[in-house]
């Protein structure tokens, strides 16, 4: 049967500190390199006809990070919204975050709220997971569904940070890891999974495309036959 192309894709983006080790760079270059990968990737997704690409920025088990480690990947988030938000007002990029993000730096909590209204108008969802840990998005979710009347599935579902995105597809991580590292545990009830060697600042807009393709040739059976 001809199964239906894939419309939302995630990324956990690993392997930044390694891609900068191998060179005997410091991870803050890693964590720069793989910067550009993300913007690379968002001018380059258009033509795959996703509704929502949604990324691994930065989860809750991160801050046990080096303080300098993590100020650095804030730095760096500060820098690219200032910087790539323009283009993604542009380009019909309509921002969304999840995780608990509201807990994030104040200056970076306004501005992640002036990017999501000043993108609201897009067409191709941006997702990215700050702070983010799946088993508290499920807590929160069925904490809500219960103060609703019912904790049932479909109620949990549409109380999840992801409850207004289309159903997960593809899960691809970075960097020869296999795990989910508490990302989107929910979600990936059903998605196919692609775990590729490449490290995230290697990772271009041809790996994407190349996912899709094995994407294509899957059989999705959801149990059924
Ligand atoms: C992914 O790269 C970026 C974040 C988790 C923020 P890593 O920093 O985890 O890189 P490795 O896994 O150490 O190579
Ligand atoms: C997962 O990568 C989080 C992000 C990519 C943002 P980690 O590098 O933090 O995951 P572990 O620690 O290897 O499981
Ligand atoms: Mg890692």
Redesign the pocket.
Known sequence: MQQDRAKHVAII?????????RRGLP?AV??QR?VEAVRRLVRGIEPLGLDCLTL????SE?WK?PDE?VDD?MNLMRRFIKSDLPEFVENGVKLKIIGDWQSLAPDIVAMLEDALAQTAGGHQTLAVALNYGAQHEIARAAAKAAKAGEITPEAIEAQLDTGDLPPLDLLIRT?G?VRLSNFLLWQCAYAEMLFVDT??PDFKPEHLAQALENFDARDRRYGGR
């Open positions: 983006m690993d392997g930044n500190g390694r891609w900068a080790k991870r890693g964590h793989g691994y920025a930065f989860s991160n990070r480690e990947l960097s890891e490290l995230w």
